[in-house]
């Protein structure tokens, strides 16, 4: 990846960081954690590996993403605002009564979502389903399928896995985002996932560990996936709950952050400031 | 429009039907799926694996993720068919079909097969009196529970013709033949099978058949009775039950399903909907768990023969 384009991920990256605090502090409250693990990898996928039409968001020959840990919604949100797909004047509609932006993705509320998600699991069978038709259509599309570590509790996504393994689903690139903590703690106390990429090994996946702050890293751990042939690829994306913003990485329970504490306000504040700063140095 | 069978002979099994008009479709429609959870050698599915193995997959034993795949498919322009037993069709992938069905507005067609005692020799564990109860509260999905082979063809080829949530109840193997070959229906409209002044008599599924003996038996009683044969249960058709229950003395339901949440209380619903001070009296399961036995025996112990109707009724 050469310089410019790094920048330029790397300033999408922190747009959509940004843009995904402010959301969710507009509210009052939300899923700060898990939306912020995800951020570089989103920016990679929309800045530069999906295929897609932001002004023809069902475009038939689009790359599909399918967010199975829905409650990272805002970052998705985020996204698809400053890829173009709507005003980013709606991200401070998120959560609000009447919105298009309800916390879990809804594909036929939010223009660029192409699949519901939000009950746990689901979202790996759904994404194993749409790279299946894409197959059967001959089309040479990805779905790319965003997994939490904490979602790997529910057995569907065992299910699935197997069906993707066993139909050799090579268009379908699982991400699973192994940020470590779930909502009730870290995840080795709640159920301890073990070893996740010696699981997806043993289920038949190619699967490679990505630093999951390193957009070039990201990057060149999807190309690879996109040359293995004949057979399931999976990236295990080694990330931090609250990844880019220290003050959230710290925080023990940031699952869900209520900004009611002036506390935590001012330090929000406080990032957002740097965050705009280092966006104005870059450009 | 429909025309009555007139022998009443036991037709095809009901699985054969619905795997003869799915092959007949999936001819003219490469378009169509058929998924299957590791049942295709006990529906017959497996016969659509060798005659259009492109349009056929087997998931193995994983219902949640059959009712996701499907989703999937949905989502890119198929119309998917799934099967399964009525039990792990429905209460197990109860929030499959909610989330990644209807209300993300795919399309995923669903036949549960072998219905309540129908269960037979797999028993109480397979057994579903539920199944109805538990979709009939998502909202725009289409529940059937097909009377007799020619019925479910028709309703096997309607589906595939309509966008959404439908699912269809039945035996796998042969029932009695209620419909002529060529008879047409309606989605969401009951079928007046026989005319009376005294009882209004409705009945879903293979216990149409049932229904129709008792009214014949009432009849040497001197009891007259309407017979509908409301195989629609989601949308039901009140505007039939509003105009055939004028000048009835009782209405009377009958299903192979639990009196809780099914036809019975679908028809109780329009009746206080309505204010219609009339007896209504709900044939079907009590709140009871199934067990295992023949489905002859099992009929009889849960009282859906014709004769333990008709020792309820009067």
New interface residues.
């Given amino acids: 990846m050469n310089k410019n384009e790094l920048q330029k991920l790397e300033i999408l990256a922190t747009k959509i960081r940004i843009d995904t605090v402010e959301s969710i502090k507009s509210i009052g409250a939300g899923h700060i954690g898990g939306s912020l693990s995800i951020i570089e990898l989103l920016a990679v996928l929309y800045g530069s590996k999906m295929k897609y039409d932001s002004k023809n968001p069902s475009w038939d020959d689009r790359d599909?993403l399918v967010l199975s840990k829905g409650h990272a919604g805002v970052a998705l949100y985020s996204t698809l605002a400053e890829c173009g797909f709507f005003d980013k004047k709606e991200l401070m509609t998120v959560n609000n009564g009447g919105t298009n932006l309800p916390s879990h993705p809804?594909?036929?509320k939010t223009l660029g979502i192409?699949?519901?998600?939000?009950?746990l699991?689901?979202?790996?069978?759904?994404?194993?389903?749409?790279?299946?038709?894409?197959k059967?259509?001959g089309k040479d599309n990805y779905v790319y399928l965003i997994v939490g570590d904490g979602e790997l509790n529910e057995?569907?996504c065992w299910?699935?896995f197997?069906?993707i393994a066993?139909f050799k689903l090579n268009n379908c690139i699982v991400i699973i985002d192994e940020n470590k903590k779930q909502l009730d703690g870290p995840s080795k106390d709640i159920i301890n996932p073990f070893n996740i990429q010696e699981k997806m090994r043993a289920f038949g996946f190619e699967t490679i560990s990505v630093k999951g702050n390193d957009i070039e890293a990201i990057s060149e751990g999807i190309d690879y996936c996109k040359s293995i042939e004949d057979k399931a690829v999976c990236i295990v994306l080694d990330t931090i709950k609250g990844q880019g913003i220290r003050y959230f990485e710290e925080m023990a329970g940031n699952h869900s952050v209520k900004f009611t504490d002036d506390n935590v306000n001012n330090e929000t504040e406080k990032i957002l400031r740097e965050m705009k700063n280092s966006l104005k140095e870059w450009e | 429009m429909f025309t009555l069978d007139s022998d009443n002979d036991f037709g095809m099994e009901l699985r054969a039907a619905v795997v003869e008009e799915l092959q007949d479709l999936m001819k003219e429609n490469s378009k169509i799926?058929a998924l299957e959870a590791d049942l295709g050698s006990a529906s017959k599915w497996i016969d659509i694996s060798k005659s259009t193995p492109?349009q056929f997959?087997n998931?193995?034993i994983?219902e949640?993720?059959?009712?996701?795949?499907?989703?999937?498919?949905?989502?890119?322009?198929?119309t998917p068919f799934i099967h399964t037993f009525g039990p792990f069709a429905t209460r197990r992938v109860l929030?499959?079909i909610?989330?990644?069905g209807a209300?993300?507005?795919n399309t995923i067609n669903i036949y549960g097969s072998d219905p309540g005692f129908t269960a037979g020799h797999n028993g109480g564990t397979h057994t579903t009196w539920e199944d109805i109860a538990v979709l009939r509260s998502i909202p725009d999905v289409v529940i059937c529970d097909a009377a007799d082979a020619v019925q479910m063809k028709w309703i096997i080829k309607e589906f595939s013709m309509l966008k959404g949530i439908h699912y269809v109840r039945g035996n796998r193997k042969a029932v009695k033949n209620i419909y002529e070959d060529g008879s047409n229906f309606e989605l969401g409209k009951g079928n007046l099978l026989r005319e009376g002044e005294d009882y209004l008599i409705i009945a879903t599924g293979q216990l149409v058949s049932e229904a129709l003996e008792v009214s014949q038996l009432l009849l040497e009683k001197g009891i007259t009775s309407d017979v509908i044969d409301m195989f629609t249960i989601k949308p039901l058709d009140r505007e039939l039950i509003l105009e055939r229950v004028i000048g009835k003395k009782k209405i009377i339901t009958i299903e192979n399903h639990s009196i809780i949440g099914g036809l019975g209380s679908a028809v109780a619903e329009v009746i206080a909907d309505n204010g219609i001070g009339i007896s209504l009296q709900r044939i079907g399961v009590d709140s009871r768990f199934g067990q295992v036995g023949t489905p002859k025996y099992l009929q009889k112990e849960f009282g859906l023969t014709t004769e333990k109707i008709l020792d309820q009724i009067i």
């Fill in positions: 599909r809804d594909r036929n192409d699949a519901t998600t939000g009950s699991g689901q979202g790996t069978s759904i994404a194993a389903g749409i790279a299946t038709g894409l059967l259509e057995g569907q299910e699935a197997q069906y066993h | 799926i492109k997959i998931v193995g994983s949640a993720n059959m009712v996701g795949v499907a989703a999937g498919l949905s989502l890119t322009g198929f929030d499959q909610y989330m990644s209300y993300s507005k």
